[in-house]
């Protein structure tokens, strides 16, 4: 069985993903956009405010006519907000105004409407008002042509609120790539289904969904096969019919029923062991052009296989920031097997990280309760309290 180094496979997953992770951009509607990253500048297609209006509830006036207060002005008429082309203002008179609203022409400052005293053809008005005040000019917030968004940021609410205020339907976006999983074995049983003995919940699938979700891609198509070959077969044709990647879990050891060795390897497909552990036995394929991943079936070994091989490439493509790997002082002494590179799970404590659990690539509690893996490497068998590591944030 042939076998590699973490980083000569890692090597080939990059080669193998290359073409389907090379930047694309792509324009999606801006309701649609949330969490996408921009793949172009976006520049401004108008002005912000895009007319001169009222920022409160009062009365538009010509700050002239306030020189002595009190005084009492007649009121000419009324503008909400709304359509509204307004007559310009008479000199020393008032108009009623909404918060939006168009302010006439001749009007340069808005009293408030709780400064003044009114009735239905005159106001009474109490404090004076320099010309601005409560004035949005148009332009004051964005003009034409201004940057509003740089290429690769990460799109949030507030972003959209943006977009959709200066009139953009669409925005420029990194394509996410489409993915698909399927999870391997006969014992596999959906959540909530009865089990029998010797059956066991799957669980694979949702953890590579999410994952993939998490770091940029967009998840078309989710299945399960037996270990029948014809099943895994055809499952995989309609995954490589959809999906511009997919990812298995199960059926990659040297042992009997390793239906996804035994139905790639044919086509082609490498099948071999890495030396780290969790997550030694591995697979890839291309099939129609599709790349197909093959990681091994046992929960922790897969979640880690994605960790190493998978979430790095997806993130940069994706533009999303890198999640760096930090140096952190072992709490407590650990060892390691020979020729092995482990990773360990970990939870950070005060001044350091310490193991969460042993090597074990079932225990999934484990993985949950932590929050890094610890690197160990191949030639390191023991490690002291106080040592420093390296740890690879969940």
């Known amino acids: 069985m042939t076998s590699r180094s973490v980083e000569e496979h890692s090597a080939e997953v990059q080669r193998l993903l290359a073409p389907l992770l090379a930047p694309t951009v792509e324009d999606v509607a801006v309701t649609e956009a949330l969490g996408r990253v921009l793949g172009a500048d976006v520049r401004s297609p108008l002005d912000l405010p895009l007319f001169r209006n009222s920022q409160m509830d009062g009365f538009a006036v010509a700050a002239s006519s306030l020189a002595a207060v009190p005084v009492t002005l007649p009121v000419t008429g009324t503008i909400a907000a709304g359509p509204a082309e307004p007559a310009p203002l008479a000199p020393g008179s008032a108009v009623r105004i ?12 808005i009293v408030p409407v709780e400064d003044t005293d009114a009735t239905e053809d005159s106001v009474t008005i109490r404090v004076p008002r320099r010309a601005g005040e409560y004035v ?35 925005v420029p976006v990194l394509r996410r790539p489409r993915a698909a999983v399927i999870a391997t074995g006969a014992e596999l049983v959906r959540a909530g289904e009865p089990l029998r003995p010797g059956q066991i919940y799957e669980s694979n699938s ?12 967009d998840v078309v198509f989710v299945d399960r096969s037996d270990d029948d070959l014809a099943v895994f077969g055809e499952i995989l044709r309609r995954a490589t019919a959809s999906a511009d990647l997919v990812i298995t879990s199960g059926g990659v050891s040297m042992g009997d029923f390793e239906v996804v060795r035994e139905v790639l390897t044919p086509l082609g497909g ?15 394929a291309e099939i129609d052009g599709v790349p197909v991943l093959n990681f091994p079936g046992n ?3 897969t979640m880690v296989s994605f960790e190493v091989f998978v979430r790095p490439l997806l993130r940069r493509s994706a533009g999303l920031p890198a999640v760096p790997r930090e140096d952190l002082v072992l709490a407590e002494p650990i060892t390691s097997i020979p020729g092995r590179r ?9 001044g350091g990280v310490a193991l969460e659990s042993g090597p074990g690539s079932h225990l999934v509690g484990a993985l949950a309760r932590a929050d890094v893996l610890i690197d160990i490497p191949e030639n390191v068998t023991t490690m002291k309290a106080g040592d420093n590591v390296r740890v690879w944030p969940l």
């Open 98 to 109: 909404m918060t939006g609203a168009v302010i006439p022409a001749g009007a340069d400052a």
């Open 136 to 170: 949005r000019e148009a332009g004051t917030d964005v003009r034409t042509g201004d940057l509003l968004l740089a290429a690769g940021t990460a799109l949030g609410a507030r972003h959209l609120s943006l977009f959709a205020a200066v009139g953009l339907a669409t």
């Open 206 to 217: 949702v953890a590579l969904a999410a994952s993939l979700t998490a770091n940029g891609a």
């Open 270 to 284: 490498w099948f071999g062991h890495t030396t780290m552990q969790p997550g030694g036995p591995q697979g890839l």
């Open 299 to 301: 929960p922790v070994s």
């Open 342 to 350: 482990q990773f360990l799970r970990g939870r950070r404590v005060d």
